[in-house]
T-cell receptor, first 111, second 115 residues
């Protein structure tokens, strides 16, 4: 079936570096994508989203890039801080009622 | 606004016991969902609802039951708990529809252990 996957289950970076978290999706009908951050012991929280008619969207220190040709999504975090340590999920919204989540990437930021 | 409230936060059950995990939201969201999250795994959809009186199965519905009698509440029932149901359970809600209406708001989770 259609699925959303992540290339890297764990990403370790140094504080101050830029982080890039990747996500591959396979449903070409998906028209909306969401990134969530899940801190330890908490539920996922919305970070940023992007519609399929866009290829880039910027937030505060975060940027999401969408490449529909290769069905790839990435989340870039600038000047990564220890507070960015969390699990990051991408989710895609296609024809189903509820968005489909990927497996998640654990980001570890070393001081 | 409390957002999405889940109770209890922690629960220990014996095999074969039944229980209900509660979920309530005060954002007037039509869509509500239950997920389970196992170590090293993502979020797997158990059941969801697109409005009061309407529910449907997700990816892993076996052993769980839901109902949606009001817009605010979406309880998840474990009929006969099994060790395989040891997990963290998250409830989420959204407006549902297109674009940003699909952004889900999650509760803090219920950590369930079945012995």
């Amino acid at each position: 079936g259609e699925s959303v996957g992540l290339h890297l289950p764990t990403l370790s970076v140094q504080e101050g570096d830029n982080s890039i978290i990747n996500c591959a999706y396979s449903n070409s009908a998906s028209d909306y994508f969401i990134w969530y951050k899940q801190e330890s012991g908490k539920g996922p929280q919305f970070i940023i989203d992007i519609r399929s008619n866009m290829d880039k969207r910027q937030g505060q220190r975060v940027t999401v890039l969408l490449n529909k040709t290769v069905k790839h999504l990435s989340l870039q975090i600038a000047a990564t801080q220890p507070g960015d340590s969390a699990v990051y999920f991408c989710a895609e919204k296609g024809g189903s009622y509820i968005p489909t989540f990927g497996r998640g990437t654990s980001l570890i930021v070393h001081p | 606004n409390a957002g999405v409230t889940q109770t209890p936060k922690f629960q220990v059950l014996k095999t074969g016991q039944s229980m209900t995990l509660q979920c309530a939201q005060d954002m007037n969201h039509e869509y509500m969902s239950w997920y389970r999250q196992d170590p090293g795994m993502g979020l797997r959809l158990i059941h969801y609802s697109v409005g009061a009186g309407i529910t449907d199965q997700g990816e892993v519905p076996n052993g769980y039951n839901v109902s949606r009698s009001t817009t605010e509440d979406f309880p998840l029932r474990l009929l006969s708990a099994a060790p395989s149901q040891t997990s963290v359970y998250f409830c989420a809600s959204s407006y549902g529809g297109v674009g940003t209406k699909n952004i889900q708001y999650f509760g803090a989770g219920t950590r369930l252990s079945v012995l």
